[in-house]
Every structure is written in structure tokens, then in C-alpha cells.
């Protein structure tokens, strides 16, 4: 494992080394700009194709133990994204690069292979997307329950039309109402 | 039989505002395993943040943590920002630098004193929280509130620090500056919080970054993450931040005492630069408040928020897409990534530590509610009060020593 300890790595680099070395499984990439008092920072979003989303992540190993935030997602219709939030660059001032990789799984194959062998500290992130997605986690070593009360068993509630929230959010406030 | 006893901790408790379940396995005093269950007070916050409008989502997420009821919404307004690619203005950028710094203090304050009950201290806990007031009058002082703020807003802050505010302000840090000593006697240099957090619950650097640390605690395990200094938000790129860790860190209790502490010094020395730096100018890049909610309908993307919680980093996702109410928000705490350190931390410990370890994270959740000794198949109904007790023993043990 690399560690950047000093050297700047600058986020078109991690591009460039993204693109070389698992070229095949980016389908765009880009660069974002936004400047905070004045002085610019950059990140980096890549869409990836599910397959090589371990390959992708490891390549950042390469550079430095990968900071991973959260995964985040949105229901797009059709398809759910998930978007990988890691850092890498930490600990040097003003040297952090943020890269997002967005995957996006039909609803029809709500499939996706664990990176909990890559980063263990992924697994609360990935249980919580289980439940709130109704995703399937494949080589989840542990696939409990994680944040859902028990009544919303069946419910995914960040997938919009969701039946199940919706009776039960609805249920909620008609119960309060007939105490 | 099994010679080991699973003792299940919590989840509910009046005085939490995160309820967590342990189930603690102990060989005698000593753990031998632990786990975590987490969610028994999920709010659904985000999904009413998604059926609403951005403005009243940013009074909604300071209701996501009591403590960091600024750092939520920071988060959240920053990506909304970035959307809608609105220029914050200068100065409102040093307000919400100042509001999160004083929010810092109170929160390790505050965690101190939770440290020096968890140990049996008391009379330290009333004292810390006695010293804590000063910075609470001052967030009154310059927000109207002492909890939920309700100072920002989307391109700034809705309310602004005058001139005349700088003297009350100062005050206070140069207050907490000349009582930092006595909290450094206190809390690091005392024999007995040495005894009982010196090689303690420790997490090692390794650990703390497979297993995505944050904060404070993964800064005691000597890994160097601070958002403030390693990704500047808001007017962090001009102020001079460096993420505080022990010299040679061992990961241990002690060592997350170390930083947090430290960090109030800091925090005091970054609200007087902010004082200094401030130039005079608007705080707000949109007053109306209906052109302000047109604009969002507008506004299509997405985004990250990022800040430096007292706990650790918070991060935010937000996507929006033409609509009155974002379409996806994701909001982490720090406390999210935290948990999963407990088992290494707890594990191998003994039983009356587990209290401090538990609360040297500084969860949202820093005592406990029940225990259930299940012992020869029986079980033993102990309340959290006598857990504490048991910690407060060990204390009074090593005393004598």
C-alpha cells in the first residue's frame, strides 16, 4: 500500500491512473470545480459499470489507504445509483481529494458484490443500503437489519414509489388520529 | 455449560438521544466479545427531506443531533450551494466558521464532564458543565438559541455578528484559554483519569482506518483526518487548522481525551483569527426568502457537504432535480462510522471499563439503560445505575493503589 504522506497527488492524476489501469469499466468521468472563499477545489465523479467497481477502488489503494464516507443512493425510475464516497490525501492540508463512483443497478437486478473484504469499515453503510433499498449485498458477512424498526420489514423507504412506506407512513398518523 | 455470560446493554434510556443495544460477552470480568444494534430511534429523517423543501430541510437537520445541530445543516446548505453553484458571501463564511468553532467547545465540553461521571468523578462533571455555560451564553448570545440555531441559510447566515459583539466574544475565548490549563491538570495529568483511560479501550491505527474512523477518535489512533484541514470548507482555506493528535498516539482512551481537549484551545485561537480576519460586507447572497425558493426549483445536480463535527466528519449527498424537494439526501454522522470501532475496543477489556470506552467515542449515547445477566440460565435484571457503579469502584480501586 502507498501512502501519500507529504506528496501531493492531485485528483487528475487519480483520474489518469483510474482510466489506465480499469479503463474498460468507466463509462464518464469528470472533474468538478467550485471555489470556497476564492481558492478552487476539485473533485472527481466517475460512473462506473457495476462489474469493476472492486477493481476501481483498488486502485486507489495504490495511493493511500482510501477513506471511504458513505455510500450514498437515489432511486432514478428504473434504476437505483449508488454513489461510493471515498477520500484519499487526508492528513496534508488542503490536500484531500474527494471521488465519488456512481453505479447504477437495474431494479430488475438489485445486485451488488460486498467491498467489505477491501474496507471493513463499508459494512454498516452496506447493511443500511440493504434496508433502504431493498438491494442485495452479495458476500455481506453480515446482512442483519440494521437502522428499520421491525414493522417496516418489508419496506424500503428511499425507493419512491414504495408501497409499503407509504401505507405505513399513512397508518402512522390515522392511528394517532383515532386515539 | 459455557463458561462465557452474554450481558445485553440498553437500548433505551430518557436521557439518549441515540439508543444503542450492546450485547457485551464477558469471561468473568473480562470481555471476551461484543456487539452493536443500532436504529432503535430511526426518524426517517431523510425521507422527510425528500418530500419537502430545501429550506425547511435546513431546520429539520439541525434536529438531527442535539450537539451538532450546526454542522448537519452546514453540511446540507454547502451541497445545496454547490447545485445551485450560489457565491457565498466572505464574511458569512467566517460566522458559520465562528458558530461551529463555539459549537465545538460546548460539545467537548460537554463530553468531558460525561467522561468524568462515566469514571466517577461527579463533582468534575458538574464543574466542566459549569465552565461549559459561558460558551452556551454565548451562542445565545450571537444565535438567539442555545440549541438549534437556526443561523443559516441557503448563500449565508441569517443573522450577523456586529461589531460590538467582538468584545463578549473575545471574552469568552480568552476565558477558555486561561482555564485550559486547569482542565489540562484535570483531565491529563491527573493520576487517577491516567490509571483508568492509559491503555484503555485501545484502537489501533490500522483498525481505526479499515474500519473508516473519524474525528477525534480516529485522530487518537494516529490517523492525521481532519476535514477542516484536509478538504477547507466554508472560510477554513484562510484560517490556519491542523488536525491535533497525540505526540506518539496510542489509540487508547486517554489519548482521545488528549484530543479533544486540546482541540478547545484550538478552537478558541481559530473564532479570535476569524474575529480578526472579518472584513465588513453582506451576509446573505439571496433576502427573499420566495425568489430564494423559486431559484431552488431551478436547480439541478449533485453534491457534497463535508464538515468537521466535533465528532468527526458528517457528510452529506444531496441531489436535486427541478423539483421543490430534493430527490435524494443522505446525511452521515460521525457516530455512524465510530460505532463499528467499539468491539476492537471493548474486547479484551474489563467490564467496568466498558462505560468509558463506550462513551470516549462520544457517541450520542453515553450511558446505559438496563443490563440482563443471564447467568445458569437465569436472568438478572441490573440497571444502568449499577453498571456505573461498577466503573465507579474500579475508580475508587485504583485510587488506593
Redesign the interface.
Known amino acids: 500500500m502507498g501512502e501519500i504522506g507529504g506528496k501531493e497527488v492531485r485528483i487528475e492524476e487519480i483520474e489518469n491512473v483510474i482510466k489506465e489501469k480499469v479503463g474498460k469499466g468507466v463509462i464518464t468521468s469528470e472533474i468538478r470545480k467550485?471555489?470556497?472563499?476564492?481558492?478552487e477545489?476539485k473533485?472527481l465523479w466517475m460512473r462506473i459499470k457495476k462489474e469493476s467497481l472492486k477493481d476501481v477502488i483498488k486502485v486507489l489503494f495504490d495511493f493511500q489507504?482510501p477513506?471511504?464516507?458513505?455510500i450514498?443512493?437515489?432511486?432514478l425510475g428504473d434504476k437505483v445509483e449508488l454513489?461510493y464516497?471515498f477520500?484519499l490525501?487526508?492528513?496534508?492540508?488542503?490536500?484531500?481529494q474527494?471521488i465519488?463512483f456512481a453505479v447504477q443497478l437495474d431494479k430488475k437486478d438489485l445486485t451488488i458484490p460486498t467491498i467489505t473484504d477491501l474496507?471493513?469499515?463499508?459494512?454498516?453503510?452496506e447493511r443500511e443500503k440493504q434496508e433502504f433499498f431493498g438491494i442485495k449485498v452479495i458476500g455481506i458477512p453480515d446482512s442483519r437489519?440494521?437502522?428499520?424498526?421491525d414493522d417496516l420489514k418489508n419496506a424500503h423507504?428511499?425507493i419512491r414509489d414504495d408501497k409499503e412506506?407509504a401505507r405505513i407512513a399513512k397508518d402512522v398518523h390515522a392511528k394517532e388520529v383515532k386515539k | 455449560m459455557s463458561k462465557t455470560v452474554n450481558i445485553p446493554i440498553g437500548p433505551v434510556h430518557p436521557a439518549l438521544k441515540e439508543p444503542v443495544r450492546f450485547t457485551i460477552e464477558v469471561e468473568g470480568e473480562k470481555v471476551v466479545g461484543a456487539d452493536y444494534e443500532v436504529g432503535y430511534v430511526h426518524r426517517g429523517i431523510e425521507w422527510a427531506g425528500m418530500r419537502q423543501n430545501p429550506i425547511k430541510t435546513i431546520h429539520l437537520s439541525e434536529r438531527i443531533c442535539g450537539i451538532c445541530a450546526f454542522c448537519h445543516p452546514l453540511c446540507f446548505v454547502q451541497a445545496i450551494e454547490e447545485i445551485g453553484d450560489v457565491e457565498v458571501p466572505e464574511r458569512a463564511e467566517y460566522i458559520r466558521v465562528i458558530t461551529a468553532e463555539l459549537e465545538r467547545i460546548h460539545s467537548h465540553m460537554l463530553w468531558a464532564g460525561v467522561a468524568a461521571h462515566e469514571i466517577g468523578f461527579d463533582s468534575i462533571l458538574n464543574l466542566t458543565w459549569n465552565i461549559r455555560e459561558k460558551v452556551m451564553d454565548i451562542v445565545e448570545y450571537i444565535t438567539g438559541n442555545r440549541v438549534t440555531y437556526g443561523m443559516l441559510q441557503i448563500g449565508g447566515v441569517r443573522r450577523n455578528i456586529t461589531e460590538k459583539q467582538y468584545p463578549k466574544i473575545r471574552e469568552a475565548t480568552q476565558y477558555y484559554r486561561e482555564l485550559l490549563d486547569k482542565i489540562e491538570d484535570v483531565f491529563l495529568r491527573d493520576p487517577t483519569i491516567r490509571m483508568r483511560s492509559r491503555d484503555v479501550g485501545i484502537l489501533t491505527k490500522k483498525r481505526a482506518l479499515e474500519l473508516c474512523a473519524v474525528g477525534p477518535t480516529a485522530r487518537a489512533s494516529g490517523v492525521p483526518k481532519d476535514v477542516r484541514q484536509d478538504f477547507p470548507y466554508i472560510a477554513y482555506p484562510d484560517l490556519d487548522v491542523k488536525a491535533i493528535m497525540p505526540e506518539e498516539p496510542i489509540g487508547d482512551v486517554y489519548d482521545r481525551i488528549f484530543v479533544r481537549i486540546r482541540e478547545i484551545g484550538q478552537s478558541a485561537d481559530i473564532i479570535e483569527q476569524c474575529l480578526d480576519q472579518m472584513e465588513p460586507g453582506p451576509i446573505l447572497a439571496e433576502q427573499n426568502v420566495a425568489k430564494l425558493l423559486a431559484d431552488l426549483q431551478n436547480f439541478e445536480g449533485e453534491a457534497v457537504g463535508r464538515a468537521e463535527a466535533p465528532r468527526g466528519e458528517v457528510f452529506h449527498y444531496v441531489r436535486m432535480n427541478k423539483n421543490e424537494a430534493p430527490l435524494s439526501w443522505k446525511a452521515r454522522a460521525p457516530t455512524y462510522n465510530n460505532v463499528q470501532t467499539w468491539p476492537d475496543m471493548i474486547v479484551g477489556e474489563e467490564l467496568a471499563d466498558v462505560p468509558i470506552i463506550v462513551a470516549s467515542i462520544d457517541p450520542c449515547v453515553s450511558c446505559t439503560d438496563r443490563v440482563t445477566l443471564i447467568k445458569d440460565g437465569k436472568e438478572e435484571i441490573v440497571t444502568g445505575e449499577q453498571l456505573h457503579k461498577l466503573s465507579v469502584l474500579k475508580t475508587k480501586r485504583v485510587m488506593r493503589r
Open positions: 467550485r471555489k470556497v472563499v476564492g481558492k477545489r473533485s489507504y477513506h471511504l464516507s458513505v450514498s443512493g437515489s432511486d454513489l464516497h477520500t490525501g487526508y492528513g496534508e492540508p488542503q490536500k484531500e474527494l465519488t474496507i471493513p469499515g463499508a459494512l454498516l453503510t437489519r440494521a437502522f428499520l424498526a423507504p428511499w412506506t
